[in-house]
């Protein structure tokens, strides 16, 4: 055999292990890339809501208005219409909830009840609220029974003129949640209404300005939508000042401190404290000169 034989030999040999190591690694990138898209495929897929919840949500429809011929029952069995809680310079949120829900209805109006029970501005005075049941077999005693139960709750029967707890029928209670962007279904299965949960906020034209989603309504965050749907107009100066660091995070459905303006309130307040300093320096020393020539 010829060395070129025998070289060609030792090198295909020498050859084969790098080959069947390269073709290992390769095998194994290639079964990595499958194993990751079908991990990506299966998030996917868990990612679609079930067919039952396709209709279900909150869609925040800001910036609209609410009909207020919308027909609704109150806790008393008397008929009203959305108007008589509308045009009176006061904002109104508005709940969509029903009343024998077995948890999640319980929990946004016990938020909602705890976060007003922080706050200074009162029911009835600054904002109404306005719990709507989303079932059309409830009835005004059901309703009244739960008024009763929250306002114990909030602590403050002063507040029962601005506590509203309404039925109505399925077709206005309906158009209701269309035009407020408030989306439920009933489920056959498991005898329940599948809802989100979030307080709409309407200015007292009927205007839809903001939404609070969850069920943890902190007094800052009620205090800030109110304000924002009174269009500034219920509060004190000190409220305007607190309420300017915060902006409405639409993403979110919640208030974000502003650093820009936090930063200019600060600097307004240096100035105003530097300003009193220097004065208080500036009159001193006059006075000493005063005494001094004297």
């Known amino acids: 055999m010829s060395a070129l034989a025998n070289y060609t030999i030792k090198r295909s040999h020498n050859l084969q292990p790098r080959l ?31 067919e ?3 209709n279900v949500g909150v869609t925040e429809k800001l910036g609209e208005f609410v009909s207020d011929d ?5 806790q ?18 508005l709940a ?17 009840m705890k976060g007003l029970s922080e706050l200074s501005w009162q029911p009835g ?14 009835t005004p005693e059901l309703a009244r029974a739960n008024k009763e139960n929250y306002l114990e709750q909030l602590g ?10 309404m039925t109505g029928s399925e077709e206005e209670v309906r158009r209701l949640g269309d035009q407020v962007g408030f989306y439920y279904e009933w489920n056959e299965q498991t005898q329940e209404y599948m809802h989100g949960s979030s307080l709409i906020f309407l200015s007292d034209e009927g ?12 007094e800052l965050m009620l205090r800030n939508a109110l304000y924002d749907a009174a269009d500034g107009r219920i509060g004190s100066p000190m409220d305007r000042v607190v309420l300017y660091c915060f902006q409405y995070d639409s993403q979110s459905g919640s208030y974000v401190p502003v650093a820009v303006n936090i930063m200019k309130i600060g600097g307004v307040i240096t100035l105003v404290l530097l300003g009193g300093f220097l004065g208080f320096f500036f009159l001193r020393e006059r006075k000493s000169r005063t005494e001094y020539a004297t």
């Open 207 to 218: 205007k839809i300005s903001r939404y609070l989603h969850g069920i943890d309504y902190p």
């Open 52 to 54: 039952e919840l396709e």
């Open 156 to 165: 403050n029967p002063d507040a029962a003129d601005g506590l509203h707890f």
């Open 125 to 138: 005075d600054e904002f109404d609220v306005l719990a709507v049941s989303i079932s059309p077999t409830e």
């Open 96 to 112: 969509m909830v029903y009343y024998e829900c077995p948890m999640l209805c319980n929990l946004i109006l016990q938020g909602l």
């Open 70 to 74: 919308i027909t609704l029952t109150n």
């Open 20 to 50: 069947l190591s390269s073709l290992h690694v390769f095998s194994l990138l290639i079964f990595v890339i499958l194993l990751t898209r079908a991990q990506i495929t299966s998030a996917q897929e868990h990612d679609v809501p079930p």
């Open 76 to 93: 008393y069995g008397e008929e009203v219409q959305l108007a008589d809680y509308l045009h009176n310079d006061r904002p109104v949120i």
